[in-house]
């Protein structure tokens, strides 16, 4: 009878869910170390008392670069009569932290983080900055381990999707006013009151609804004020593109 020790059962785990994580992106790698480590937040490295080099912080500068660059030529490629300053607001849209933690969540890259005991307990496989930062992180570990090509790939499959959604999402809150402004031609007043809070101070969520010219809206959480704010202006817009 084959016996099965914890730390085993533990590395069969984690092999299982890293082999899972590669076939849902369609990338296989031949360093797996550069995936767990793309994956492992500092919190779980500060724990175990591992050298800085084994959290993802330095592959994710790396993954940033080579993300600004494919988006950047993507934007280039794509968009032949467009000016600079638009092809860099554009840009920022597809690649700010929002936007990134939505392409991390459709890819479910929050199942998949090592984070450290504390980190986990307060919601951090949910934040926005540590997924965001994952992902570019991932980017950076498939450029090392398979170059610049399907890196490419990966990015504009998980990343320049639903460009226009994305847009819409970075700055939903401008994208309403306008939307309402151009609609009345007279001045929109927008307010987002407060609905709910939940949770301890360090791990807070809100929940606002949007309110135009007195009149309730859509409404939308976020872990921080703001955040709940865009999710509302977000579902607004939606809810009125519906009424049109």
Request: with cysteine; net charge negative.
């Amino acid at each position: 009878m084959c016996v099965v020790s914890a730390q085993e059962r533990t590395a069969i785990m984690v092999n299982r869910d890293l082999k899972e994580f590669q076939d849902s992106i369609g990338y296989t790698f031949q360093n797996s170390n550069l995936l767990k480590n793309a994956l492992t937040h500092s919190s779980y490295a500060n724990e175990r008392h591992w050298k800085y080099s084994a959290n993802n912080e330095r592959i994710e500068y790396l993954g940033d670069a080579v993300l600004e660059l494919i988006s950047s030529e993507y934007i280039y490629t794509n968009n032949s009569d467009m000016v600079e300053g638009k092809m860099t607001k554009l840009r920022a849209s597809l690649v700010c932290e929002v936007s990134l933690a939505v392409s991390a969540r459709n890819l479910q890259i929050g199942d998949y983080l090592y984070l450290g005991k504390g980190e986990y307990q307060t919601g951090g496989n949910e934040r926005d900055s540590i997924l965001s930062d994952a992902l570019e992180a991932v980017i950076g570990a498939i450029y090392l381990d398979g170059g610049l090509e399907p890196a490419r790939k990966f990015v504009h499959q998980f990343v320049l999707s639903d460009i226009e959604q994305k847009q819409l999402f970075h700055d939903s809150k401008t994208i309403l006013q306008e939307m309402v402004q151009n609609k009345t031609h007279e001045h929109t007043h927008i307010e987002y009151p407060i609905l709910k809070e939940e949770g301890p101070d360090h791990n807070k969520k809100f929940e606002v609804y949007c309110e135009i010219n007195g009149k309730r809206y859509a409404s939308g959480w976020g872990r921080t004020k703001k955040a709940a704010q865009q999710n509302a202006a977000y579902e607004t817009i939606l809810m009125l593109r519906k009424q049109k």
